[in-house]
């Protein structure tokens, strides 16, 4: 075992802290993990960061499918992360699907061991790198906001935002048989990435008519919209952007009052399928029982085992768990410089 382990912590709004903990004894179904490579989820993790989750004053009720005002109720502290990919310290005595040395992922915090139900991660496949292992999360996103779009053999695709998320989706509409992709970013680094991953052009909210650049382009409009960024402004250009009788799928979780976004404009007019529920958690799925939870994941997974899809270039910037506050600091205030977070443990 290391010294008394660490953890990175959120107490308040854009308040992070490492802090030292204390592992229990390990029960008869649980495994230790060391971990060796975290990363975050940009788009979800920056709300709870920014303090302007709807859960700070609401809860969501599952049976009512609403969001409900309530009490305030702190919710810190908080755990940051979102995957992390380790190695099998020690097993309890009723474990039966890993051994020490295992390399283990899943859906665990930032924080230097894990003590876990073996249930709770997968077993590592040798084909899959740790880059790769903790951008699967942002690949089953993108394999469902494709899916829910239809995107198909011969389409035409935009897709606005390329975060991690949009980036998986780059790829994922090419496989698709997309024959033309735009990507629509103000980042310059993430821009050359997704040409990197396909797209056959990229272009800057910044520098032009996105919405009327994209029309002129496809002659008609793109049949497909992904709108991943996380902005009412982009929703309402990839609504601009989309032809007549096409589709869009806003796949990010948006936040705030929807300002830039003109329901009452080309959306009015162009009789178009905007299409929700993107979310992974959120089931059962429009194609169950063909596709769930389980087959998303195993078809990710399956991806980069067999090399179609890569995560190459995506963690950026990868830093070690002593930089990590100064690191969401700058996802927070100079997101030019980043894509997706990693942290290191060795």
Known sequence: MIGTPRELVLIAPRKIIIREYEERPLRPEEVRIKSILSAEKHGTMLVFYRGISPYEEKEFDPELGLFIKRKRKDIYPMPLGNMTVGEVIEVGSAVKRFRVGDRVY?????KETHTVPEDKVWSAPPEVSNEELVCIDPATVALMAVREGHIRLGDKVAIFGLGAIGL???????????????????????????????????????????????????????????????????????????????????????????????????????????????????????????????????????????????????????????????????????????????????
């Open 106 to 110: 899943g859906y665990l915090p930032i």
């Open 168 to 346: 998986m989706a780059v790829q994922m509409a090419k496989l698709s048989g997309a024959i033309f992709v735009v990507g629509v970013d103000p980042i310059e680094k993430r821009r050359r990435l997704a040409e990197e991953y396909g797209a056959d052009v990229t272009i800057s909210p910044h520098e032009c008519d996105v919405g009327l650049e994209i029309k002129r382009m496809t002659e008609k409009g793109v049949d497909v919209a992904l709108e991943v960024s996380g902005s009412y402004q982009a929703l309402h250009q990839a609504i601009r952007a989309t032809r007549y009788g096409g589709r869009i799928v806003p796949v990010s979780w948006y936040h705030g009052e929807a300002k830039g976004l003109f329901l009452g404009e080309e959306f009015h007019f162009n009789r178009q399928v905007l299409i929700s529920g993107a979310r992974v958690e959120s089931e059962p799925y429009r194609e169950y029982p063909l596709w769930d939870r389980k087959r998303v994941y195993d078809t990710v997974v399956e991806l980069f085992r067999r090399k179609i899809l890569t995560a190459r270039g995506l963690l950026s910037p990868v830093v070690r768990l002593d930089e990590a506050v100064e690191a969401y600091k700058l996802i927070d205030e100079h997101p030019e410089k980043t894509i997706k977070l990693g942290i290191r443990y060795r």
